[in-house]
């Protein structure tokens, strides 16, 4: 199976801050690669796809980056309502796994 | 508006079964893949089962494989999930999950979700 980490577990940052989240594939994923966030006690909501196309409606100051086994969800001018958790998720290969989240909270 | 619908958590009984739902409305529900993906408390999000919009290919996270069966009946707008032999280790908030067409059109959608403690 295909392991997924994310670095860091959680961060604490200023309203106008860039927030940088990696996630790492334990193989090669192509770019198989999706991102959720999860407001507390909320449905998770997917944020982008394909590594860095953006879901309809997401606001442009999330993007996303990288392939093969190296990606990053950036956050730019971190707003409150961003608060949340962020997972990854890789979908190359049965059994589909996510990454063990990164909590964004504000300084 | 894509609506997707979980029903049928609650208490289940260590070594016991449940069934859960999942109504889809808003879109033609047989064309798309269905999965299942659950939470338990404070834990991170697992992918639990998936199954291909004609339903001949199943799909199963090794924690579940041989005790829970997905399936669907389009005639209904309906995914099943069965869960059989249930333990502790499977009470988690259970969501269905829609996967839009393409090869990257995963998890598009989201049920609420449906609690299911298992006590013994």
């Known amino acids: 199976d295909i392991q997924m980490t994310q670095s860091p577990s959680a961060v604490s940052a200023s309203v106008g801050d860039t927030v940088t989240i990696a996630c790492r594939a334990s193989?090669?994923?192509?770019?198989?690669l999706a991102w959720f966030q999860q407001k507390p006690g909320k449905v998770p909501k997917r944020l982008i796809y394909?590594?860095?196309r953006l879901q309809d409606g997401v606001p442009s100051r999330f993007s996303g980056s990288g392939s093969g086994t190296e990606f990053t969800l950036t956050i730019t001018s971190l707003q409150p309502e961003d608060l949340a958790t962020y997972y990854c998720?890789?979908?190359?290969?049965?059994?589909?796994?996510f990454g063990p989240g990164t909590k964004v909270d504000l300084k | 508006e894509v609506q997707l619908l979980e029903s049928g958590g609650g208490l289940g009984l260590r070594g016991g079964p449940l069934r859960l739902s999942c109504v889809g409305s808003?879109?033609?529900?047989?064309?798309?893949?269905m999965n299942w993906v659950r939470q338990a408390p404070g834990k991170r999000l697992e992918w639990v089962s998936a199954?291909?919009?004609?339903?001949?290919?199943?799909y199963y996270a090794d924690s579940v494989k041989g005790r829970f069966t997905i399936s669907r009946d389009d005639s209904r707008n309906t995914l099943y999930l069965h869960m059989n032999n249930l333990s502790a280790e499977d009470t988690a908030v259970y969501y269905c999950?829609?996967?839009?067409?393409?090869?990257?059109?995963?998890?598009?959608?989201w049920g609420p979700g449906t609690l299911v403690p298992v006590s013994s």
């Open positions: 999950a829609r996967n839009d067409h393409g090869d990257y059109g995963v998890f598009d959608y």
């Open positions: 808003g879109f033609l529900f047989r064309n798309y893949p």
């Open positions: 199954i291909s919009y004609i339903g001949g290919d199943t």
């Open positions: 193989e090669d994923i192509n770019t198989f």
């Open positions: 394909a590594t860095y």
């Open positions: 998720l890789q979908h190359r290969h049965y059994p589909f796994t």
